[in-house]
């Protein structure tokens, strides 16, 4: 059974840090391109960052460029996001999503690429 379990998140003060962590079982990782993703009140889901399968590419949307980065663990089949210098506009629920459909060592930041997702973790960023 295929499953993407998100952690980390928290109530944190502007220029704070947060690592977020996404631990995936019934498939590797490492396989794949993975991403992270994130919905604000009011707002719709955006894509955060990416990584492709293997030694694949790193992307990142430019309203958290420099700030957040993300990296996997293949030992632990699991994925991090380390947030950095936050922002009260970081506030939202943050997700995690694995693209099975194919090994790509290539990631895109759109929703409609992935199909398996978490249950997402909460980033409150407020003084």
């Known amino acids: 059974q295929v499953q993407l379990v998100e952690s980390g998140g928290g109530l944190v003060q502007p220029g704070g840090s947060l690592r977020l962590s996404c631990a995936a079982s019934?498939?590797?990782?490492?396989?794949?391109?993975v991403g992270w993703f994130r919905q604000a009140p009011g707002k719709e889901r955006e894509g955060v960052s990416c990584i492709g399968g293997s030694i694949g590419g790193t992307y990142y949307a430019d309203s958290v460029k420099g700030r957040f980065t993300i990296s996997k663990d293949n030992a632990k089949n699991t994925m991090y996001l380390q947030l950095n210098s936050l922002k009260p506009e970081d506030t939202a629920v943050y997700y995690c999503?694995?693209?099975?459909?194919?090994?790509?060592?290539?990631?895109?930041?759109?929703?409609?690429?992935?199909?398996?997702w978490g249950q997402g973790t909460q980033v409150t960023v407020s003084s």
């Open positions: 999503a694995a693209n099975r459909r194919g090994i790509a060592t290539t990631c895109l930041l759109r929703d409609d690429n992935y199909d398996d």
């Open positions: 019934g498939f590797t990782l490492d396989y794949y391109s």
